[in-house]
């Protein structure tokens, strides 16, 4: 059975693209025509500035985002390794193609590899390389499409793929797609040579001719378009290419939607649940990041085996089929994380293990899958060009800013007191109104009305409620008016407003950070072996054990051990008390007292040692130097 293509356009602003083979949506492309296509696009870009941090820089397109190029992007003509910075400066102009949308704050990500796709041919930035695809296998085929490539003749540093579409075309058609090509590259760079960056020099083509090219193969059988104006075009360009497929192209003329009309929406609708329910009770959680998509398979309702690992077995071989088409249908891209249930049987993981590969085969993506872990875990990554149909189609809930939940009444009248308190204890303020939905207003006033009355007494202070149908369902705003008089009775003193200092409890945080920080430069500069020696160690058996160490000088000890005291090392909280004093005391000088034989100093040794170092430390000295100061000023 041959595939189906439905062209769904809507308003005139949106358009999607169904592949219907056997039966079963294959895939689904979704582009906004107001938006444009920028994937493809081949733009001179000027250099905005060098990241050496990133080895990488940042280039302006002219498109609002700047582009993101590695160095590893670059061709160049200096050694390898050479930093970016050597390679390229702010103001330089380059060529670049586009090879990844931009994603939400993220810009695109450009390569100086260019590649212009036809239809039976890709020409690309290469050493004079001619390939076939490795998607044909016959032989006699791959033989027969290198030779003719022996035969084409590809611009100065590009070379040409054959692609799977051409097995069954003959060299005339080849060869077409060939000048065709070679044609639009010479455009492309004398148009490079003329124009002043950042300028567009090659725009890829719209999602219908993309389509044709990329999608329609010889087992289609009717390609459907709901609009006369993409049905000309894709006419237009058929007879040109592809004029087997002229007669196959339809116009829509049926009221009823074209997805509608063949039973692809109702199940279009549910592409962006969380769960997906499979035919034997079980389900699929898919949830998705910017940069990661998690997917957990549970039993849930299937009951149908008796034993458990049986159970198991049949669940994650039912939702292997699943995953695979959720991850083509949802344009899921990036590091994947898949957890099927535990098995016990590592015949049963390898066949699971078996049966992703094969699912995952059809998938026209890049994709790098690893093992089944010991823990049911399979990692793996898959091609992502464009953001997903879900960051399309869908933005951030403004209530719950995209955690999937808001905080309970009671929170957001924990949260308001406690700022109101904050507000009327730093601020002389005569009125205070506190803005929120009136749900959350009502409910406050019934529940602290006392609380309130007093701090108004107490603060000489109106406080106010105001409800606003208009704000979100958790979020309130504080607006304060201050008191008003003349100004020499509001100045205050300077007595008044220089406070005391205050010990801070978050001194402990800072030696905490301190030592991190001299933790990872230690492992920074640990060899790989004793890196990998302790790692390979077991920290909960070695954990009480002391290792004994004995020197080389020393002689052998026969009789009982000499217990030698050993330094005790100083505890996070003694650190804090030190850092406390010398953060939050007087500058005063501090005289290092002789350590104690033993190597260890008690809590009071250490006290009358700081003591008497500050009683010696010349404080008329200091003294002396404040009246000298003093004398100076006056």
Known sequence: MGSHILMNVLDEQELRVGVIRDGRLESLLHERLGDGQHLGNIYKAKVANVEPSLDAAFLDLGTGKNGFIHVDELIHDKPRGTRIEAILRPGDEIVVQITKESIKDKGPNMTMYLSIPGRYLVLMHSDQTKGVSKRIEDPLVRKRLKKILDSCTPPEGFGFIVRTAAAERDEAEIKLDYEFLKRLWSEVDALSKTVRSP???????????????DVAG?????IIIDQEKLYDEARAFAQVFMPELVNRIELHRDELPIFTFYGVEERLAHISDRKVQLPSGGTVVIEQTEALVSIDVNSAK???SSDVEQTALMTNLEAVNTIAEQLVLRDLGGLIIIDFIDMEDRGHQRLVQLALRRALSSDKAKIQVTPLSRFGLVEMTRQRTRP???MVSSVQCPHCVGTGSVKTAESIEIDCMRQLRQMLHTRSVAKLEIVMPQDVAIHILNARHQEISELEQRKDCKIVFTGDPTMKAREFRLVPSFHRGPRNERRTTGNEKAQSVRPS????????????????????????ADLERELAEDPISNAGRVIPVASPMAPPIESRPIEMPVARASTVFEDAVILRRLLFSPNLPIA?????PSGLLSGQAATRTTSAGLASSGGGDRNRSRQTRGRRRH
């Open 199 to 213: 300028f567009c020099l090659y725009q890829e083509a719209d999602v219908v001719v993309r389509t044709l090219r």
């Open 592 to 596: 290092v007292g002789h350590p104690n």
């Open 388 to 390: 997903s149909h879900a």
């Open 218 to 222: 010889p087992d289609v059988q009717k």
């Open 302 to 304: 299937n009951r149908e």
């Open 505 to 528: 409890l978050l001194a402990p945080l800072m030696v905490e950070q301190a030592k991190a920080i001299q933790l990872a430069k230690e492992l920074s500069a640990m060899k790989p």
